[in-house]
């Protein structure tokens, strides 16, 4: 006999067992993308690690890739020797401008191709010019090397990048780290607008005199626009326009919590904005001359690679020189450790949560996170492909 959805329901509850909600088909691409979306392009290293002819390996979306600079330009190739499967990043080994050595049995490749060109333990051997390693598009901007991870033939940088990062008067500078957690909650984290709560007590807020509530709440449904019909896509967030800040918070009637922000006089994070294939775009942020964009870039189902990056206006070497001095002693230490590290720390505390897969259907969200669910459509919708597992 046929057993019906009610009856499936009071039985599960009769088990004390919660009976599972359906996915919702709006966002289902997005819930099935734990190591991000294909056919993109994606930040894989600082330029200048690429310096004095390095080889560096790097993982991107469950991808093992080695990078190296040739004749000016950037390389890359799986990092994995044909031989025996052995990453060349462990040891690199590069006796030609243009090639790789396994450290293991000599295998050596060439980097624009792949090619198989000599095999240093059998000198003439057959498997020569027979063998090729994948090989991957690379390209460099504002001292990024951006690799891309796909099947289709590459698009332009500009469509796979926030508004403005390309400017040629924005000079960039900034870190990279790795979190222990799957990159959704990256993602989620910082276009999150109330999980500004985690920051109350961070040294930013007085060290630069911004003004920062304790959480920001919207007024309606207008102040998120999406953008779907070109390059790139996103979704964006007017905060300041549209919502409405809380600098004191109560319980039962005695407060509990106040802003340290409330009297302090510049204003940031007019704009906040997610674009694909997962990047954040904050304007201005730390400070009103300054842009933060934050790529969280998957490296496994449980790890992201954290890009942050400042971007300020400047109109010449002199400019760019002291931008560049005033990010290493100043905002690489009160931003983007000072106030961001509180971020890494939110993302690694949902990890237990949302490595199981029914969390998604048992997360409570509330009125201000209208952003994050309109990201998790476009996313679903708009996506290029998703990355398979091995």
């Given at each position: 006999m046929a057993i019906s959805k009610a009856q499936r329901a009071n039985d599960s509850r009769a088990a004390g067992k919660r009976a599972p909600r359906r996915r919702a088909a709006s966002r289902a691409a997005y819930l099935e993308a734990k190591l991000g979306f294909r056919n993109y392009w994606y930040p894989a290293a600082f330029a200048h690690e690429l310096a004095d002819g390095r080889a560096i390996g790097v993982r991107l979306l469950g991808e093992n890739i080695l990078l190296r600079r040739v004749g000016g330009s950037a390389m890359a190739v799986e990092d994995r020797c044909l031989h025996r499967g052995v990453r060349f990043s462990r040891k690199p080994e590069c006796y030609t401008a243009d090639t790789i050595t396994c450290w293991y049995h000599g295998f050596t490749y060439r980097l624009s191709d792949g090619k198989l060109v000599e095999i240093l333990t059998e000198p003439g051997s057959k498997m020569i010019g027979k063998l090729a390693l994948k090989t991957y598009p690379a390209i460099e901007a504002k001292g990024i090397v951006f690799v891309y991870i796909g099947e289709r033939a590459p698009g332009e940088?500009?469509?796979?990048?926030?508004?403005?990062?390309?400017?040629?008067?924005?000079?960039?500078?900034?870190?990279?780290?790795?979190?222990?957690?799957?990159?959704?909650?990256?993602?989620?984290?910082?276009f999150d607008t109330t999980h500004i709560y985690i920051h109350r007590e961070s040294p930013l807020v007085r060290g630069n005199n911004i003004v920062l509530p304790l959480g920001l709440y919207p007024n309606d449904r207008h102040g998120i626009s999406t953008y779907a019909e070109h390059e790139p896509k996103g979704v964006l967030d007017h905060a300041f326009e549209n919502y409405r800040p809380v600098f004191e918070a109560a319980i039962g009637g005695n407060t509990v919590a106040r802003s340290k922000g409330i009297n302090n006089q510049k204003i940031v994070a007019r704009e906040v904005s997610i674009w694909?294939?997962?990047?954040?775009?904050?304007?201005?942020?730390?400070?009103?001359?300054?842009?933060?964009?934050?790529?969280?870039?998957?490296?496994?189902?449980?790890?992201?690679?954290?890009?942050?990056?400042?971007?300020?206006?400047?109109?010449?070497?002199?400019?760019?020189?002291?931008?560049?001095?005033?990010?290493?002693?100043?905002?690489?230490?009160?931003?983007?450790h000072g106030f961001n590290d509180d971020d890494i720390r939110a993302r690694e505390a949902m990890e237990e949560f949302y490595r199981n897969d029914d969390a998604w259907e048992r997360e409570h969200l509330f009125n201000a996170d209208r952003c994050i669910i309109e990201w998790r459509k476009l996313a679903s919708r708009h996506n290029r492909g998703l990355q398979p597992f091995a």
């Open positions: 940088l500009a469509g796979d990048v926030p508004p403005n990062f390309l400017d040629a008067d924005l000079e960039i500078d900034g870190i990279r780290d790795a979190v222990k957690t799957n990159w959704r909650m990256g993602a989620e984290n910082g694909m294939p997962g990047v954040l775009k904050v304007d201005p942020w730390p400070d009103p001359a300054l842009i933060q964009f934050e790529w969280y870039v998957p490296v496994d189902v449980d790890e992201h690679m954290y890009w942050r990056v400042l971007g300020k206006r400047a109109d010449g070497p002199a400019a760019a020189g002291a931008f560049h001095e005033e990010f290493e002693t100043r905002w690489k230490t009160l931003a983007l």
